[in-house]
C-alpha cells in the first residue's frame, strides 16, 4: 500500500516536472555576443540609415522585401527617435552617424510651431504630437554633450517649454496639442510619450540645472510611478522603456540626495524590470530546442530586443 502511494506520489512528480520542464517553463536559448559584434552591427544600423537617407533629411520609413516596394508613409515621431539614436551613436564614436543625425534635424527644425515662448516640431500635425519634440529634445541634448557644441541651446530651451507646457500639474503628460485652438488635446495619452517627456526633460535638467526642469520631470516620475496606469487604464501595466531612460537620469540629480529614489519610485522600478525579465525569458525560451511548440513562432522585430535590453539596462539602477 505504502509502495503503491509512493509510486504515484513519483509519477505526479514526474508528470509536474515534465509540464513545467516542456511547458511552463521550456529551456530558453539566448547567444552570447561579444563587444565587438555588438559595435559591428550597430556600425552596420548607422551605414543602413546613411545609405536610406534622403535629399530633404527623411530616411526610408518601410520596405517590403516580398515586392521590393516602399511606403509612402512617413512616422515623425519615429524620425526624431532615429535623429536621437544617431546622436547616441556619434556620442559612441561610430563613423557617420553625426551628419546623419545632423540632416534629421535640419529636416525637424524647418517644421516648427512656435508660440508663447515655446516651439514644438510640426511634422505630421494638426495636432502636433509630444513625443516628436521630446525624442529630439534629447537627442539634442545627446550631440551637446558629445560635441561641447552649444549651437542649439536655444532651440533646446523653447522646444523643452513645450514639454513643460504639456505637462499637467498630475505630471501627466498631454500626448497631442491643437493648434487650431491653441490648447493641448485633453484627454489624449501616449503609453510611450509620458517617459519621453520625462527622459527629456531630466536629460535637460542634467545639462541646464538652474532652469527647473527637474521640477518637471519629477512631477512625471513621481505620476508614473504611482498613478499613470490606473489614470490612463491600462491593464496589464505599460512595460515602459522609456521611463527606464528617464530614471536613470533622474538618479543622477544632485538635489535628490542618498538614496535618491522615493520608495514609491523604487517599486516603481522593481516592478518594470519584473516586466521585461518576463519578456527576455519569454523570448529565450521561444528560441529554445521546442519553443515554437510551446510559445509560439512570433518572432519580435528589431526594435523588440532593443527595447527589452535597452530597458534592462535602464532600470539597473
Avoid at 516640431?121 to 558629445?146: F, K, M, Y
Wanted: charged share 20%; with cysteine; aromatic share 12%.
Amino acid at each position: 500500500m505504502i509502495a503503491r502511494r509512493l509510486l504515484r506520489a513519483g509519477l505526479s512528480l514526474a508528470l509536474i516536472a515534465a509540464f513545467a520542464f516542456t511547458l511552463a517553463a521550456p529551456p530558453e536559448s539566448c547567444p552570447s555576443v561579444t563587444s565587438g559584434e555588438l559595435r559591428r552591427s550597430a556600425q552596420a544600423s548607422v551605414d543602413w540609415f546613411v545609405r536610406n537617407q534622403k535629399p530633404d533629411g527623411t530616411w526610408l520609413y518601410q520596405y517590403n522585401a516580398d515586392d521590393d516596394s516602399t511606403s509612402s508613409e512617413y512616422n515623425p515621431v519615429r524620425h526624431s527617435g532615429v535623429t536621437m539614436g544617431l546622436y547616441q551613436a556619434a556620442a559612441a564614436g561610430l563613423p557617420g552617424a553625426l551628419g546623419s543625425a545632423d540632416r534629421g534635424t535640419a529636416w525637424a527644425l524647418d517644421r516648427l510651431y512656435e508660440r508663447d515662448g515655446w516651439a514644438a516640431v510640426n511634422a505630421g500635425g494638426p495636432p502636433i504630437s509630444t513625443g516628436s519634440t521630446a525624442l529630439l529634445v534629447a537627442g539634442l541634448v545627446i550631440r551637446r554633450e558629445a560635441t561641447a557644441d552649444p549651437r542649439y541651446d536655444d532651440v533646446i530651451a523653447r522646444l523643452g517649454r513645450f514639454l513643460e507646457a504639456q505637462t499637467q500639474p498630475s505630471g501627466a503628460v498631454h500626448a497631442s496639442y491643437d493648434s487650431a485652438n491653441g490648447r493641448p488635446v485633453a484627454g489624449d495619452y501616449s503609453k510611450y510619450y509620458t517617459g519621453e517627456a520625462y527622459w527629456a526633460l531630466a536629460r535637460l535638467h542634467l545639462d541646464f540645472p538652474d532652469e527647473g526642469w527637474g521640477k518637471t520631470a519629477d512631477r512625471i516620475g513621481a505620476y508614473l510611478a504611482i498613478s499613470r496606469d490606473e489614470v490612463e487604464d491600462h491593464w496589464p501595466p505599460v512595460p515602459d522603456h522609456w521611463a527606464a531612460y528617464g530614471m536613470a537620469e533622474t538618479v543622477k540629480f544632485p538635489e535628490r540626495g542618498r538614496p535618491p529614489l522615493t520608495q514609491d519610485e523604487v517599486d516603481y522600478a522593481r516592478g518594470q524590470a519584473e516586466l521585461f525579465g518576463v519578456q527576455a525569458r519569454w523570448v529565450s525560451q521561444r528560441f529554445g530546442p521546442w519553443g515554437e511548440l510551446v510559445r509560439g513562432t512570433y518572432t519580435p522585430r528589431g526594435g523588440g530586443y532593443g527595447v527589452i535590453s535597452e530597458a534592462l539596462t535602464g532600470w539597473w539602477l
